[in-house]
Every structure is written in C-alpha cells, then in structure tokens.
C-alpha cells in the first residue's frame, strides 16, 4: 500500500472548476452592437492558442477548435474536422429561437426558466450519469456533447454560456469545488437586483449561493481570492478545459502529457486550486515529491478547507519520513470532514505501517463504519488479519473487498 496516493482521486474528474466579464451580444446594458456568432469568427489569422491568450475572445469558436485540435486523441479517429461556419450558422439559429422566447418573458424567473427550458427540452441536453468520474472525452467536447446531448457540468455550462450571452442574458461560468456552474443576473420588475446559480448538471434547478457553501464547506478565503464563486472569463474558463482535457489525458496512461496539460491549465487560471491539487496527484505517481508538495501547499493557502489537499500532503511528507507533520495534517483533515472515511484509512495505513496492529485495525474499522462499501478498508483489513494471523478474518475482508469468492 501507497500512503496518500491510491487514496486520491483527480478532483476534476470526480465531479464536473472564475473574474466578472460583461456580456458580449445583443442585449448589453451598455447598447454595444456585437457580432453574431457566425460573422465574429470571420479572423483567419485567430488559431486557439492566440485566442486563449485574451481574457476575453469568440468562446463558441474557441470550444470548436479546441475539440477539432484534442477530440481526435480519444474519439478513435484520426483526424476530427469541425466545419465550424456551419456550426457556427447553426448557433446563430439557435440564439435566434432563445431570443424570440425571451421576448415573451416580463421578469427575471421567467428568463431563467426560458434559458434552462432551451437547454434541456429545446436542446435536449442533459447529465451523463454513467460517466461518474468524467473520463468519457464526448461529454467534455462541445460539439459531441451538442451531437449526442450528453454532458457534465462543465460542457453542460458551456451551453448555457453560449448561447445565453448570445441572446443578450447575464450568465457567468463560476467554480464550485469540483464543480461548475453558471451565474445568472438580472433585474426584477421593482428594480431589485435577482442573482441565482443555475444547477446544470439537475435539469438547470435554480439554486441560492447559501446552498452551496452548506454543501461544498470551501472556505471564505478562497472566495476572496478568486477561486470559488467568481465569475470566470473565457482564458479562466478555458483553464478549466485544460484541466478537465488534463485529467482525461491521465487516466489514459499518459502521464507526462497530463502534467504539461494541468500546467497549460495554470498559465490560463493560476488560482485553480484544484489544478493545482490534480498536477499534484499526477507528480506524485511519478516520483517529483518536492514539485507535488509544492503544488498542495499552494492550493491549502488558497483554500484552507480543501481537505483532499490535506489528505495528499500527509501521504508525501509521510513518506518522505515527515511524520509528525503527516499526522497534523490527518487530524485537520479529519476535523473539517468527520464523516469521510479517507483520513481514517490513511491513518490506519500510516499506523499499519509503524507496526501498530490494533491502532491500525480501529482507524480501518472506522473508515468502514463511515462508508460500508469503502472496499478499500477492507483490503487493508484482510492484510492486516492475515499479518496479526487472523486467517478467518482476513478471507472475511477478502470477500467483502471481492479479493476472493
């Protein structure tokens, strides 16, 4: 057993990852004529990476290069050719049918309830619940996911983003921890200011920020720095498709490339804690501690709550023979989350390893009282049983954990 990698999960792939831009289309407060979706792309000397390097650029063609460029890695083709003018036609015809709906709505919940109606029933698109852990390159691409009407909540987001700003609403990608969603503004009959966050990934149900800081627990610190419920530019979002592109990348075996991709995602958003946390996770399994340490320090003084940071950073100073400090972090770990099953299990492999069998034996047992599927502990007790020569106990754990019949 590894302490504090086989743990870990990469945050981007675990879930569906944000500064204010005005919007960019007809309907701007500030009456700026903006093109179509069609004729604003008409720059031949733009590639993706010119674009991606302004806070700001065409965010519908961005997202069709990028997947021109990167689907054809996965999508068992060799070449993946976007005819973007006609996509991109295509779009223009969809804004016009979101906008004509708009015309008919008087206030603020009438708009967002148009917006997600278009989404999900005009468009069809909807959560792909199969693909848990975001490993599936056609909900992350913009185009298959339009295609096959599958997402997560990054590409589900994007819908929302291009085609709402588009008809001239305020909608704003925003980072959860491991998790995007979109922000939508506006200004209700009375004049009263209506914000909500728009919940992509449930059928767009229309959710209060308090909602979210009960669930997710980040801390302040990292809403004043930038990283969670900040409105995202187009460069911030697309550091969160490098991440999402990078993490794909590393499930597929190609760990360097995953590396280099989650740095490109850096460059573009450099508080992306989770990103940072990911990279980490990634250096770690090919032996770069320092560089991986590096990385969780960072992203733990961005966000003091990111408990998975904690959890990563006790596994590599453990075994860099940093042990008290490992076990601070286990218990600070443990305090902020006391119902996941993650600390104990570490703290029983730390234990297991030190040779205290009953210590040991009590933390994996606790992991399982927290989580009874935790299959993991049940690996660990089948070894630990076999060690201290509990043979019938340890072909227990062994079945529960699918080991053996």
Excluded at 243 to 250: K, R, S
Aim: proline share 5%; with cysteine; net charge negative.
């Amino acid at each position: 057993m590894r302490p504090g990698f086989l743990l870990i999960t990469l945050v981007a792939l675990a879930g569906c990852a944000a500064q204010t831009r005005e919007p960019r289309y007809p309907g701007e407060p500030n009456g700026s004529t903006v093109q179509s979706t069609s004729e604003s792309t008409a720059r031949p000397g733009d590639n993706l990476e010119q674009m991606i390097e302004q806070e700001d650029f065409d965010l519908p063609r961005a997202l069709l290069l990028f997947s021109e460029k990167y689907y054809p890695e996965f999508g068992n083709v060799r070449e993946h050719e976007v005819d973007i003018p006609a996509k991109l036609k295509r779009f223009d015809a969809y804004v016009d049918q979101l906008k004509t709906a708009l015309h008919r709505d008087r206030s603020p919940r009438q708009r967002v309830r148009t917006l997600v109606d278009f989404i999900h029933i005009k468009l069809g698109l909807r959560f792909d619940q199969r693909d848990a852990g975001g490993e599936n390159p056609d909900n992350l691409f913009f185009d298959r996911v339009l295609q096959n009407r599958y997402g997560y909540c990054v590409s589900l987001s994007m819908a929302y983003l291009v085609f709402g700003q588009a008809a001239g609403l305020d909608v704003k990608g925003i980072r959860i921890p491991g998790h995007f969603v979109v922000a939508f503004k506006d200004t209700d009959t009375d004049g009263t200011p209506y914000e909500v966050i728009i919940e992509t990934t449930d059928f767009g149900d229309v959710r209060e920020e308090a909602w979210y800081w009960t669930k997710y627990r980040f801390s302040v610190t990292s809403v004043e720095n930038g990283i969670y419920l900040t409105s995202l530019n187009d460069r911030e979002i697309f550091g969160t498709l490098y991440n999402n592109l990078a993490g794909i990348t590393y499930v597929r075996g190609n760990h360097e490339i995953a590396i280099e991709r989650y740095t490109r995602a850096l460059e573009l958003a450099p508080n992306n804690a989770e990103c940072m946390y990911n990279r980490a996770i990634v250096l770690r399994g090919v032996d770069r501690d320092q560089e991986a340490l590096k990385d969780l320090n960072e992203a733990i003084r961005l966000d003091p709550n990111f408990t998975l940071a904690y959890i990563a950073r006790a596994g590599v100073l453990w075994e860099n023979g940093e042990r008290e400090p490992a076990r601070e972090d286990l218990l600070e770990a443990m305090r902020k989350r006391p119902e996941w099953p993650q600390p104990h299990m570490l703290d029983g492999m730390f234990l297991f390893e030190s040779g205290q069998l009953d210590e040991a034996r009590q933390a994996f047992l606790k992991a399982l009282e927290l989580d009874p599927e935790y299959k993991s502990a049940h690996v660990a007790l089948a070894e630990l049983e076999e060690k201290a020569g509990n043979t019938s106990k340890s072909r227990e754990h062994a079945k529960a954990a699918g080991i053996i019949e």
